[in-house]
């Protein structure tokens, strides 16, 4: 069973940034693919971002494609979502997961692990 502990959230003005990260609790976790959802209230959660388990594949949703990056330490078990030029409607818990087989998904379905989430707040 993995472990997942996102960090990093807070409220920031539109335009700032913030950086996630989800760290695991075991160093498989270095031949895992990482997800990253969000959840709006009121709303389901939606795919954020993907990365592959070496950290050369990655997805993005449209809505943040050019503004958000990921990356990973798997020295560190750890995935980064880095989050520049925030919006009010980026404003979500973000949670990171994690799929075993190490393909990067935008299916939330094709994950196995799921973090408790962090909460991003963006104040225009």
């Known amino acids: 069973q993995v472990q997942l502990v996102e960090s990093g959230g807070g409220l920031v003005q539109a335009g700032g940034s913030l950086r996630l990260s989800c760290a695991a609790s075991?160093?498989?976790?270095?031949?895992?693919?990482v997800g990253w959802f969000r959840q709006a209230p009121g709303k389901e959660r939606a795919f954020v971002g993907a990365?592959?388990?070496?950290?050369?594949?990655?997805y993005y949703a449209d809505s943040v494609k050019g503004r958000f990056t990921l990356s990973r330490d798997n020295a560190k078990n750890t995935v980064y979502l880095q989050m520049n030029s925030l919006k009010p409607e980026d404003t979500a818990v973000y949670y990171c997961?994690?799929?075993?087989?190490?393909?990067?998904?935008?299916?939330?379905?094709?994950?196995?692990?799921w973090g408790q989430g962090t909460q991003v707040t963006v104040s225009s």
């Open positions: 997961a994690a799929e075993r087989t190490g393909w990067a998904s935008r299916a939330r379905g094709a994950y196995d692990y």
């Open positions: 075991e160093r498989t976790f270095s031949t895992y693919a």
């Open positions: 990365i592959g388990r070496s950290g050369g594949t990655t």
